[in-house]
């Protein structure tokens, strides 16, 4: 079996299928957003080869080659450090802007949020590739403008932005020097 994750028992779900672990990992990839993964073990051996990775959450499968297919979602391992470090109360090792880095969420009530929408998320998908519910996601209108993307780190202000070392006004400006005597003689 898979054993267990150092993010806890609230973040795993286990799933049996019938299906080859190349088709769940088609349809996942195909209808639900995930990206592929090449069957690395994250967590280390018979704890689960990843087929598929979405938002901090990858789909792990028992054995590849299995009649029947015992599967799990579980939090990455990025994902499963900043849960690990909530739970066993070390959140202060996180400063806001590691978490807003990291994660796009400045506070961990909003993390916990966000994490658990995407792990239900991770979960219905796999749950519908299985039982054959998945659906193609409604393709984008033709005329719609490319959305241009915004760096989420360098486009907002974070409450410790006053840490950053003070730079002169002429700091970046060109300033003429006579070339000194060469150090190689």
């Not at 069957?39 to 009649?67: C, K, L, N, T």
């Not at 506070?107 to 299985?130: D, H, M, P, Q």
Request: aromatic residues 10%.
């Amino acid at each position: 079996m898979f054993g267990l994750y150092p993010a806890g028992p609230d973040w795993v779900r286990h799933f049996d299928a019938t299906l080859s672990a190349t088709d769940i990992q088609q349809l996942l990839v195909k209808h639900a957003g995930f990206t592929a993964a090449l069957f690395h073990q994250p967590y280390g051996a018979a704890r689960g080869a990843v087929i598929a990775v979405r938002h901090g959450f990858v789909v792990m499968v028992h054995e590849r080659d299995a009649s029947e297919l015992q599967l799990v979602v579980a939090p990455d391992v990025e994902m499963t450090n900043l849960l690990w470090s909530y739970s066993n109360g070390y959140a202060s090792q996180w400063s806001a802007r590691e978490l807003k880095a990291l994660t796009a969420c400045d506070s961990w009530e909003k993390l916990l949020n966000v994490a658990g929408t995407r792990f239900k998320a991770a979960c219905t998908a796999l749950e519908r590739a299985i039982d054959g519910t998945i659906v193609q996601p409604a393709p984008e209108p033709v005329g719609a403008a490319p959305v241009e993307a915004v760096d989420r780190i360098v486009s907002s202000s974070l409450p410790d932005d006053d840490d950053v070392p003070w730079l002169p006004s002429d700091y970046l400006q060109d300033v003429p020097f006579v070339e000194g005597l060469s150090c190689d003689r």
